[in-house]
């Protein structure tokens, strides 16, 4: 089943109105906010206390079966290492906060903060008291289940570990990744063996984190050893200041959403090779729309997948902040594209330092960039008008109904100064959009899949 984008002019209003304020419309009926439950009022079927550093389905846990809550106590404790739990489709083992946060004060040799080894269809809540934590929240308001400070990484996921949800986790200061789920020929788990369904990350908050925000799947796809994804949604969470991309999604082949994320100062170690927002890496083919992206050292999105995906209702703010040569909004490389269209849709892009929109896909017949605001991009008196929109002389893309404007007064935002970028009535950018009527444009039904 496929949702379907219902016929109609869009207007490129919608591209500023969607994000700049907390509920963010997206162009397709929103049906992925899931609905968070309190899961402590349930009861617990068992508990893991403080003392215990390793939980094993196979062994001191064995009694535990799908569908079982598992508590565990909230106190300040070390790592967690969690093996060998099962659950099955519909009946997921969950494991939530029991009693207040859990604080884990991790040492930087600790590879994780709680690590999930071999371990499918479940999930790792910190809904045990409050749901307040992710993009929704200002940082000083975060009330997060667990709280993870200081380790190697905050949340991985490893060794078979696939139908997964990951919600209402904080991860601070963490030494290398923040939450990480991917299997790799390394651990022995190869793509003919193995694939890693249905993954799913939602109202996280993340900070100070050494490399990336996120790591999910094999940045190496093109070597076709390490396994691909189905079905990933990467949604609602807080990221700020990572040392390398806020969020990045490898080899997710079908069925990926990354969206109504919030990514700021992303990318401030200002590694050459990760300089994104959000990366779109190797053999993904993700959707990503309605995400907020502020003071990216490097680009905004960076999208070097398979192409046939869709970049729509983003709102970037100054990417490029301390890289020039890196410094655009929007980036669509040749990458790994195998004849596949990409459209880039009613996204604001705000002061980059180079260019609005870079694209580079000469693959597929007829790509689509449309219905975009780009607003004073760095290099617009050197290089003219293809500081807003460089395509370098393809043939292969349609660009039309872009508003493009030399500086951020003309487009009339409500208070741009204080970040406030929905339009005032009188604004140029109004009813100047591409009529998109009868496209068919499609979208995954991730509401389905998630449940499976």
Known sequence: MEAKLAPGTILIVLAVLALVLAGCTPLRPEKDKKDVLNIESSGCEHTIGPKVLKANGFENFAAVAPGDTVCIEARVRPALKLFNFQGEPGNPIV???SGGPV????????????????????????????EKCGASYPPDEQQCGYVIIGSGRGVAGTDRTGHIEIDHVEVQGSHNVGIKVKSDEEEGVTRNDWVQYHTYLHHNYLHNIGTEGFYI?????????????????????????????????????KDCVIHHNRIIEASQANNPSQQSGIMNNRGSVCDIYNNYIVDSVGRGIY?????????????IIRPGRLESD?????????????????????????????????????????????????????????????????????????ASGNLLAPAVTQVRFSNAEAGDYSLLSASPTVNIGADLTGEETTFPNFEAAIKQ
């Open 217 to 253: 799947g094999s940045s190496y796809y093109d070597e076709g050893l390490d396994p691909v994804l189905e079905g990933v949604d990467i949604s609602y969470n807080l990221i700020r200041r990572t040392g390398w991309d806020g969020l990045q999604v490898g080899s997710a082949v």
């Open 326 to 398: 890196k410094g655009d909004g929007i980036v669509v490389t040749r990458g790994s594209n195998k004849g596949q269209n990409v459209f880039i849709g009613n996204n604001t892009i705000i002061e980059p330092k180079r260019s609005g929109i870079r694209f580079r896909n000469d693959q597929g017949d007829e790509n689509l960039i449309q219905n975009n605001i780009i607003v004073a991009p760095g290099t617009l008196a050197r290089d003219g008008g293809v500081a807003y929109i460089d395509i370098r002389g393809l043939t292969n893309v349609i």
């Open 103 to 130: 604080i884990i004060q991790g040492r930087s040799d600790d590879y994780a903060g709680i690590t999930i080894q071999n371990s499918e269809h479940i999930r790792l809540t910190g809904t045990g008291v409050s």
């Open 95 to 97: 494991f939530v906060n």
């Open 303 to 315: 999208v070097q997948g398979n192409g046939g995906n869709q970049i729509y209702n983003n709102v």
